[in-house]
């Protein structure tokens, strides 16, 4: 017992793949080395792009404390109660932000692009030009259009452009300013323009791009790229820009301003106590140049030189308390101050002064640094989020629960204070009692002295204090700093590996769709095997083609010996036990197409036929296109057609052909209503005649796909035969077929394979590649269709 295969793929599968290969090769070789040259053509017209990175390292937990020079440690993390952290993920949208960016780019002036317009190529540069523009105004409709620009002259540059549909050229001279409708601009020229160099200059193709800054500031967003390496402070920032050096000179550029911003806030601190103190400093010293008048004057007015020891002792003591009454209404006025900073809710950048001054209130410089912290942070995430993103509302509860903690906290501490100071109103009304037994002048000076004395000292304390805010700005330094400068780090794009892989890719795949179109919709049938794969209804037989052939004869006659001769011997055994029980065969012989070869069939199978001593008889029953009488070299006037009109007899028509056993009735004049003469009563007629005294009637006939006379005369047939050529047929060919069969009920129909080249031949290759045959190159052509002869070639 013979075990089953269970490879996979069969032999027969090989072959299939193997022969849809050799077909359709060409079409990968084609489109592959298409779309080879459509890619590197599309790559060498893309500009180069370069990449240009930086590193910036932020010290996120670095602070400073101007209030750390009064005796306390310098190194402290407190500002005044006000601490300044930097969140890295807050940082990327301060980098990337559209103010950042736009003070960059106002910085190096790039509102600008200069281009040098060559023959294939138009490039940008970004230095050594011999002329710089400098955009006063312009008129929106000319952003971002190209505008030509060349030099005349030493002094003198023309100037191109359009503005919708009109073009203007406009000359103007170099470093003066060009005041037009359209723009103001002035054109500064280099030192590159001189007298050696002006012809070549001249010969030079430039354009001029002006931007609009949004449309700039957006485009260096779009290119502009920060990381944050995982567990680190550094930020990496990368830009892509088809000019190296420009890249590398914005991100010093960017890095510069962003370093600048990071000290900015810590400055404008600074810079508000300085303001506040100087303030309170002005106030006291009119206070006291009021005392010191009126000291003097009471002085002069009632000639006191001094006051008793008695006296100054009363008057320190009620200065100390007056100095303590003034410091908790000073804290007072500072929690007053914050309060109202809390409730109103303003800008983090707007910091109490009165904050600074009390400096004893450890939870209340920590909960205000803590809260200014957390508005600096939710300032951030804004720019980066909307209002409704959860983690702000998280951040905007934590901060209302420290406002509301804070809020209950300074009221707590202004009803401490106000006790204090009832409790020093007590103090100072025991020493005003005793002060006023002395004499009346001398406690009225003493009066003076003691305000004059209090503002003294606030003018001194206040005088410290600012003196520690000047010496802390030096302490100001920035935050982050450049660890790695920027450099450019080569081309990132194009990719012209990937273009082309891409290019070559897609050609590929459409190679592949349009071979799986052509093998679904269009493969060709070329040998029987295919044909067997692509239908059970029965396969006749197949002619051999030949090339060599000069001109279409009856080719089982002219060449007996060859291998298409032994093509048709074959069909003709098949035939005689095809349909065996008929004692008389109709063979009706058709084809889908014109140009398949049924007509050479036809001629060839009823001469095989006779030379086997059977009577044949061949009808030219293809009416419209008559081709028989071509092949034979024959002409008549009366036929088929004359026959069906009742002009002339059956017998009368017949004409003998150069085969013997072999007569032919041609078709006659060709009538201009050939399908209607078909349903003639005469057609049966001619049948039943032809049947009565031939062994076989072989009956050619038009294309089905074209004229449906061929269908018609099958009810009459024997035998139908169905001609494929191998250079037409396909699988719409054998459905055709299928749907005629299946429609008109036809019985005995087969298939002739025509057309079979050698190398797909199986009964070529059994026989005659084993010496058993007459010569593997031996034979004649066939298959031309209706035309014979070059002719015949032409049209079949």
């Given at each position: 017992?013979?075990?089953?295969?269970?490879?996979?793929?069969?032999?027969?599968?090989?072959?299939?793949?193997?022969?849809?290969?050799?077909?359709?090769?060409?079409?990968?070789?084609?489109?592959?080395?298409?779309?080879?040259?459509?890619?590197?053509?599309?790559?060498?017209?893309?500009?180069?792009?370069?990449?240009?990175?930086?590193?910036?390292?932020?010290?996120?937990?670095?602070?400073?404390?101007?209030?750390?020079?009064?005796?306390?440690?310098?190194?402290?993390?407190?500002?005044?109660?006000?601490?300044?952290?930097?969140?890295?993920?807050?940082?990327?949208?301060?980098?990337?932000?559209?103010?950042?960016?736009?003070?960059?780019?106002?910085?190096?002036?790039?509102?600008?692009?200069?281009?040098?317009?060559?023959?294939?190529?138009?490039?940008?540069?970004?230095?050594?030009?011999?002329?710089?523009?400098?955009?006063?105004?312009?008129?929106?409709?000319?952003?971002?259009?190209?505008?030509?620009?060349?030099?005349?002259?030493?002094?003198?540059?023309?100037?191109?452009?359009?503005?919708?549909?009109?073009?203007?050229?406009?000359?103007?001279?170099?470093?003066?300013?060009?005041?037009?409708?359209?723009?103001?601009?002035?054109?500064?020229?280099?030192?590159?323009?001189?007298?050696?160099?002006?012809?070549?200059?001249?010969?030079?193709?430039?354009?001029?791009?002006?931007?609009?800054?949004?449309?700039?500031?957006?485009?260096?967003?779009?290119?502009?790229?920060?990381?944050?390496?995982?567990?680190?402070?550094?930020?990496?920032?990368?830009?892509?820009?088809?000019?190296?050096?420009?890249?590398?000179?914005?991100?010093?550029?960017?890095?510069?301003?962003?370093?600048?911003?990071?000290?900015?806030?810590?400055?404008?601190?600074?810079?508000?106590?300085?303001?506040?103190?100087?303030?309170?400093?002005?106030?006291?010293?009119?206070?006291?140049?009021?005392?010191?008048?009126?000291?003097?004057?009471?002085?002069?007015?009632?000639?006191?030189?001094?006051?008793?020891?008695?006296?100054?002792?009363?008057?320190?003591?009620?200065?100390?308390?007056?100095?303590?009454?003034?410091?908790?209404?000073?804290?007072?006025?500072?929690?007053?101050?914050?309060?109202?900073?809390?409730?109103?809710?303003?800008?983090?950048?707007?910091?109490?002064?009165?904050?600074?001054?009390?400096?004893?209130?450890?939870?209340?410089?920590?909960?205000?640094?803590?809260?200014?912290?957390?508005?600096?942070?939710?300032?951030?995430?804004?720019?980066?989020?909307?209002?409704?993103?959860?983690?702000?509302?998280?951040?905007?509860?934590?901060?209302?629960?420290?406002?509301?903690?804070?809020?209950?906290?300074?009221?707590?501490?202004?009803?401490?204070?106000?006790?204090?100071?009832?409790?020093?109103?007590?103090?100072?009304?025991?020493?005003?009692?005793?002060?006023?037994?002395?004499?009346?002048?001398?406690?009225?000076?003493?009066?003076?002295?003691?305000?004059?004395?209090?503002?003294?000292?606030?003018?001194?304390?206040?005088?410290?204090?600012?003196?520690?805010?000047?010496?802390?700005?030096?302490?100001?330094?920035?935050?982050?700093?450049?660890?790695?400068?920027?450099?450019?780090?080569?081309?990132?794009?194009?990719?012209?590996?990937?273009?082309?892989?891409?290019?070559?890719?897609?050609?590929?795949?459409?190679?592949?769709?349009?071979?799986?179109?052509?093998?679904?919709?269009?493969?060709?049938?070329?040998?029987?095997?295919?044909?067997?794969?692509?239908?059970?209804l029965p396969i006749i037989g197949e002619v051999l083609f030949s090339k060599d052939i000069k001109e279409l004869l009856v080719t089982v006659e002219a060449d007996p010996k060859s291998p298409i001769t032994e093509s048709f011997r074959t069909i003709r055994t098949n035939l005689q036990y095809f349909a065996a029980d008929n004692s008389s065969k109709v063979i009706l012989v058709t084809s889908n197409n014109p140009g398949e070869g049924k007509t050479f069939c036809s001629i060839n199978i009823g001469a095989i036929l006779a030379k086997a001593g059977k009577k044949v008889l061949l009808l030219e029953l293809d009416l419209h296109k008559p081709k028989i009488q071509i092949g034979f070299n024959m002409k008549s006037e009366v036929g088929l057609s004359t026959i069906f009109i009742g002009k002339t007899k059956p017998e009368d028509a017949i004409l003998k052909s150069p085969v013997e056993n072999l007569d032919v009735i041609l078709s006659g004049p060709i009538p201009p209503n050939a399908s209607e003469l078909i349903l003639s009563k005469h057609l049966p007629e001619?049948?039943?005649?032809?049947?009565?005294?031939?062994?076989?009637?072989?009956?050619?006939?038009?294309?089905?796909?074209?004229?449906?006379?061929?269908?018609?005369?099958?009810?009459?047939?024997?035998?139908?035969?169905?001609?494929?050529?191998?250079?037409?047929?396909?699988?719409?060919?054998?459905?055709?077929?299928?749907?005629?069969?299946?429609?008109?009920?036809?019985?005995?129909?087969?298939?002739?394979?025509?057309?079979?080249?050698?190398?797909?031949?199986?009964?070529?290759?059994?026989?005659?590649?084993?010496?058993?045959?007459?010569?593997?190159?031996?034979?004649?052509?066939?298959?031309?269709?209706?035309?014979?002869?070059?002719?015949?070639?032409?049209?079949?």
């Amino acid at each position: 017992m013979q075990k089953e295969s269970t490879s996979i793929i069969s032999f027969d599968d090989l072959k299939t793949l193997l022969r849809i290969a050799s077909r359709n090769w060409w079409i990968i070789a084609v489109l592959g080395g298409f779309s080879y040259l459509i890619a590197f053509l599309y790559a060498y017209k893309l500009t180069d792009v370069y990449a240009a990175q930086t590193q910036i390292l932020l010290k996120s937990n670095d602070q400073y404390n101007p209030g750390s020079l009064i005796g306390e440690n310098f190194t402290s993390n407190q500002y005044g109660g006000y601490q300044f952290y930097i969140d890295n993920s807050n940082e990327k949208r301060v980098i990337q932000s559209y103010d950042m960016v736009e003070r960059a780019l106002e910085r190096m002036s790039l509102d600008v692009s200069y281009f040098i317009v060559g023959r294939l190529r138009t490039t940008e540069v970004f230095e050594g030009l011999p002329f710089r523009f400098r955009v006063k105004y312009m008129n929106s409709e000319l952003y971002e259009q190209q505008m030509d620009f060349r030099v005349l002259s030493i002094n003198e540059y023309e100037l191109k452009y359009k503005k919708g549909e009109a073009e203007f050229t406009k000359k103007f001279k170099f470093g003066q300013e060009a005041l037009d409708n359209d723009f103001k601009i002035m054109v500064e020229k280099m030192n590159l323009v001189n007298e050696k160099t002006l012809p070549s200059l001249q010969q030079v193709d430039y354009q001029v791009l002006v931007h609009n800054r949004s449309y700039l500031v957006y485009q260096f967003l779009g290119s502009l790229n920060v990381e944050n390496p995982q567990l680190t402070n550094i930020m990496q920032i990368t830009l892509e820009d088809p000019i190296p050096k420009r890249a590398v000179a914005f991100l010093d550029t960017l890095a510069a301003v962003y370093i600048e911003n990071t000290v900015k806030a810590r400055m404008d601190i600074n810079e508000k106590t300085l303001y506040y103190i100087d303030k309170q400093m002005e106030e006291v010293t009119d206070v006291l140049n009021d005392i010191q008048d009126t000291m003097q004057s009471y002085k002069e007015e009632k000639a006191i030189l001094d006051l008793s020891k008695e006296q100054e002792d009363y008057f320190n003591k009620l200065s100390d308390f007056d100095k303590s009454k003034t410091s908790f209404i000073l804290q007072i006025g500072a929690m007053d101050a914050l309060e109202k900073y809390i409730i109103e809710g303003k800008d983090p950048a707007f910091l109490p002064p009165a904050v600074y001054i009390n400096s004893n209130d450890e939870f209340l410089k920590r909960s205000t640094s803590e809260l200014y912290s957390m508005q600096l942070e939710l300032n951030g995430a804004l720019v980066r989020a909307t209002k409704e993103n959860f983690s702000i509302e998280e951040l905007r509860q934590k901060i209302e629960k420290l406002k509301s903690n804070l809020l209950t906290y300074i009221s707590n501490s202004r009803i401490a204070m106000n006790s204090r100071i009832r409790d020093v109103e007590q103090q100072i009304a025991v020493y005003i009692a005793s002060i006023r037994t002395i004499p009346k002048k001398q406690r009225e000076l003493v009066n003076i002295q003691r305000k004059l004395s209090v503002n003294e000292n606030m003018y001194v304390f206040l005088l410290q204090r600012r003196a520690n805010t000047i010496i802390a700005r030096a302490g100001i330094i920035p935050l982050t700093k450049v660890i790695e400068a920027a450099r450019s780090i080569g081309i990132v794009k194009p990719n012209r590996k990937s273009i082309t892989y891409s290019f070559v890719g897609v050609g590929l795949l459409i190679g592949l769709l349009i071979i799986v179109v052509r093998v679904t919709m269009f493969d060709r049938i070329e040998s029987l095997e295919e044909l067997k794969a692509k239908t059970q209804l029965p396969i006749i037989g197949e002619v051999l083609f030949s090339k060599d052939i000069k001109e279409l004869l009856v080719t089982v006659e002219a060449d007996p010996k060859s291998p298409i001769t032994e093509s048709f011997r074959t069909i003709r055994t098949n035939l005689q036990y095809f349909a065996a029980d008929n004692s008389s065969k109709v063979i009706l012989v058709t084809s889908n197409n014109p140009g398949e070869g049924k007509t050479f069939c036809s001629i060839n199978i009823g001469a095989i036929l006779a030379k086997a001593g059977k009577k044949v008889l061949l009808l030219e029953l293809d009416l419209h296109k008559p081709k028989i009488q071509i092949g034979f070299n024959m002409k008549s006037e009366v036929g088929l057609s004359t026959i069906f009109i009742g002009k002339t007899k059956p017998e009368d028509a017949i004409l003998k052909s150069p085969v013997e056993n072999l007569d032919v009735i041609l078709s006659g004049p060709i009538p201009p209503n050939a399908s209607e003469l078909i349903l003639s009563k005469h057609l049966p007629e001619m049948f039943e005649f032809a049947k009565e005294r031939y062994d076989y009637v072989i009956v050619d006939t038009p294309p089905v796909a074209l004229i449906s006379d061929a269908i018609y005369m099958m009810r009459y047939a024997d035998i139908s035969l169905f001609v494929l050529n191998t250079k037409f047929a396909n699988k719409h060919s054998v459905n055709n077929a299928h749907e005629i069969v299946n429609g008109n009920n036809i019985k005995n129909f087969g298939f002739v394979l025509n057309g079979v080249k050698k190398k797909r031949s199986r009964y070529y290759y059994n026989r005659y590649s084993y010496g058993y045959g007459y010569g593997a190159g031996y034979g004649y052509g066939y298959g031309y269709g209706y035309g014979y002869g070059n002719e015949g070639r032409k049209k079949g």
